[in-house]
């Protein structure tokens, strides 16, 4: 089975913190992403990455940054936390070639309150 | 920018009954994939159907594309309250790059 790991399901920061999600996924897929998640607004994405040290913005970038050093694992980094970052916070990975017709696989989520 | 809107947003029905939830997008699509959601968790991927695709089954699923329309919808037949969920749809194309956008979300309650 595809796994896809979150470091942390709950996590609570302070304003102000620099704060590190990570997630590490176990089938060698090129293409991993981070979105967030909120009431009403369905799943935004933030960053992708479809190869090492490879990142591409999403559609809110802005106050998050990402790094992808190994293949496996890709951090979403909020460089100081506000309190309109507390949200879910999902990781997925792919093979190559979604627009091909290949599935997502999700982690199980973080949820981030920042207080 | 979301890609995918979702009608309806909460739905509720009893077990047995058909669920319908329909997705309409904005631009081209290579496919569009349906997720479901348990509460707080992660998404799971429910079926895929391809640009060149009317029409595809898994299971209790059944999910149409009309590209001309720029839309698909999700039936789940003979509901059970375990469906109690959740289901997003997904778009996925070329010329998004390796995105999957996806869109708002259907919240589905199945009463036993």
């Known amino acids: 089975d595809v796994k896809v790991t979150q470091s942390s399901r709950y996590l609570v920061k302070r304003t102000g913190e620099k704060v590190f999600l990570e997630c590490v996924q176990d089938?060698?897929?090129?293409?991993m992403f981070w979105y967030r998640q909120d009431p009403g607004l369905g799943l935004r994405l933030i960053y992708f990455?479809?190869?090492?040290?490879?990142?591409e913005k999403g559609d809110i970038p802005e106050g998050y940054s990402v790094s992808r050093e190994k293949k496996e694992r890709f951090s979403l980094i909020l460089e100081s936390a506000s309190t309109n970052q507390t949200s879910m916070y999902l990781c997925?990975?792919?093979?190559?070639?979604?627009?091909?017709?290949?599935?997502?696989?999700f982690g199980q989520g973080t949820r981030l309150t920042v207080v | 920018s979301q890609q995918g809107e979702e009608d309806p947003q909460a739905l509720s029905i009893q077990e047995g009954e058909n669920a319908t939830m329909n997705c309409s997008y904005k631009t081209s699509i290579n496919n569009l994939q349906w997720y479901r959601q348990n509460s707080g968790r992660g998404l799971v991927h429910l079926i895929l159907i391809r640009s060149n695709e009317r029409e595809k089954h898994s299971g209790r699923l059944r999910v149409t594309l009309d590209t001309s329309k720029k839309s698909s919808s999700l039936l789940i037949t003979a509901s059970r309250a375990a469906d109690t969920a959740s289901y997003f749809c997904a778009t996925a194309s070329y010329n998004q790059g390796g995105k999957l956008i996806f869109g708002q979300g259907t919240e589905l309650s199945v009463k036993p």
């Open positions: 997925a990975s792919s093979s190559t070639g979604i627009g091909d017709g290949t599935e997502a696989f």
């Open positions: 990455s479809y190869d090492v040290k490879m990142k």
């Open positions: 089938m060698d897929h090129e293409n």
